[in-house]
């Protein structure tokens, strides 16, 4: 079985840094694309940032210039380097996969974390 778990939550200044972690344990061949998506009550989830196999990324209108994201492939880990925050990036940030193989031919789809709460807030 196949888990995300994040780390380096936390709470933050207006203007602040902050990085994430997610690494994805169990029985892995490969995964396509890794990211973060980010909730607030009442509103829907919304992509943060993602990143595949060989690099290529899609980010959020909203977080574009001031956050970026990396990925270690050996270790199956993603990270979300979050600069220049402000209030309204508060959140409970969830890393996500769209795509793991547990084998060359089996595998799964859409794996969520259980999140770690971002506060940014003075």
């Known amino acids: 079985q196949v888990q995300l778990v994040e780390s380096g939550g936390g709470l933050v200044q207006p203007g602040g840094s902050l990085r994430l972690s997610c690494t994805a344990s169990g029985q892995i061949f490969s995964i396509r694309f890794m990211g973060w998506y980010r909730q607030t009550p009442g509103k829907e989830r919304e992509l943060v940032a993602q990143i595949d196999s060989n690099g290529v990324t899609n980010f959020g209108d909203s977080v574009k210039g001031r956050f970026a994201i990396s990925r270690d492939n050996a270790a199956w880990t993603v990270y979300l380097q979050m600069n220049n925050l402000l209030p309204e990036d508060t959140a409970v940030y969830y890393c996500?996969?769209?795509?793991?193989?547990?084998?060359?031919?089996?595998?799964?789809?859409?794996?969520w974390g259980h999140g770690t709460q971002v506060t940014v807030s003075s």
């Open positions: 996500h996969s769209d795509r793991i193989w547990y084998t060359d031919y089996d595998g799964g789809y859409d794996f």
